[in-house]
């Protein structure tokens, strides 16, 4: 069964440390992978995507994130967290065959990050 | 910045009443879904929405659901007799096309609670 679990709940950094948010899938096929972020009170925003190509993609905010197949995983990564980075974020990926034509997707179930100061 | 907006951002309402949930999609997009996330739980897929048609929906969107595009900017979920179990938070996204390669723009999400 395709699947996306983020591992840790929360996870706490200190202001000008990097921060890695970590995510596994299991997914039949060429993964698809997204990464989106909660705000408070705020939808979910588009941060970044791995279709193929570079395992390395660069996205909003100055955040990045490592598609690596062997250890099936694809982890948030910042050089520098800033306090403004403390939000819900969710990594997200194909749910099934259909999922190349849909927006089907399954979700890990969120990790709380707490920058501070 | 476009974005798409969702009215209210919390409803409550009692069990067995009907609630229309409502969604303002980015204007040029034309691919509308419906996702939900009960709390402590995972994001979940209801329906995809394209050419005034359901293109696919989940376990979850029984007959209690439906979704409509009244007027060709609102998009909404209707539940005819809201049960408990569907208190969650109700997240509405649209996106350009439905390929693999392109990332949905999701609302603020409506808190729905059911009493």
């Known amino acids: 069964a395709q699947s996306v679990a983020q591992p840790e709940d929360q996870v706490n950094v200190a202001e000008g440390n990097p921060l890695t948010v970590k995510c596994t899938y299991s997914v039949s096929g060429n993964p698809y992978l997204f990464w989106y972020v909660q705000y408070p009170n705020r939808g979910l925003q588009f941060l970044l995507k791995?279709?193929?190509?570079d395992n390395l993609v660069k996205g909003s905010y100055g955040f990045e994130a490592e598609f690596n197949k062997s250890q099936t995983s694809f982890h948030l990564k910042k050089p520098s967290a800033l306090v403004s980075d403390s939000a819900l974020y969710f990594c997200a990926g194909p749910s099934g065959e259909n999922a190349g034509n849909n927006r089907k997707l399954i979700w890990g179930l969120g990790t709380s990050l707490a920058v501070n100061p | 910045e476009p974005e798409v907006t969702q009215t209210p951002s919390h409803q409550v309402t009692q069990m067995g009443q009907e609630v229309i949930l409502r969604c303002v999609p980015i204007s040029n997009h034309l691919y509308f879904y419906w996702y939900r996330q009960i709390l402590g739980q995972k994001v979940e897929f209801l329906v995809s929405f394209y050419n005034n048609e359901i293109s696919e929906k989940s376990e979850i969107f029984d007959d209690q659901f439906s979704v409509e595009r009244p007027d060709g900017s609102n998009f909404t979920l209707k539940i005819r007799s809201t049960k408990l179990e569907d208190s969650a938070m109700y997240f509405c996204?649209?996106?350009?096309?439905?390929?693999?390669?392109?990332?949905?723009?999701f609302g603020q999400g409506t808190r729905l609670t059911v009493v």
């Open positions: 996204a649209s996106g350009r096309d439905r390929g693999r390669n392109t990332e949905a723009f």
């Open positions: 791995y279709i193929t190509g």
